[in-house]
């Protein structure tokens, strides 16, 4: 399966941004799929993830309450809704998706795209 991230931008501090990631050769309902961030200067972490059915997900700590993560199936495609956007997001985010069998949430994860950069300023 191939993924394509969308959506990154600059946004204020405080504002809201959703990325997309579009699916490809595969069906996106055959994994578990999740966005990683990676900020600079740090090592690369997940950031949300979502079950295969849609029926689980999970945050990272510092973006529970403010990030939602989210598929459409139907599309095969996979979204990130993000508010109440921090300076600490800033980060180049990265779908990736792993085969439905894998460990949940945390993979591994062997499809990645190539990543949307998102910059929170003020």
């Known amino acids: 399966v191939q993924l394509q991230a969308s959506g990154g931008g600059l946004v204020q501090i405080g504002g809201s941004l959703r990325l997309s990631c579009a699916a490809s050769?595969?069906?996106?309902?055959?994994?578990?799929v999740g966005w990683f961030r990676q900020a600079p200067g740090k090592e690369r972490e997940l950031a949300a993830a979502i079950y295969w059915s849609g029926s689980r997900t999970a945050y990272e700590d510092s973006v529970k309450g403010r990030f939602t993560i989210s598929r459409d199936n139907a599309k095969n495609t996979l979204y990130l809704e993000m508010n109440s956007l921090k300076p600490e997001d800033t980060a180049v985010y990265y779908c990736?998706?792993?085969?439905?069998?894998?460990?949940?949430?945390?993979?591994?994860?062997?499809?990645w795209g190539q990543g949307t950069l998102v910059t929170v300023s003020s």
């Open positions: 050769g595969g069906i996106l309902s055959s994994y578990n």
């Open positions: 990736a998706a792993a085969l439905r069998g894998s460990a949940w949430p945390r993979g591994p994860y062997d499809y």
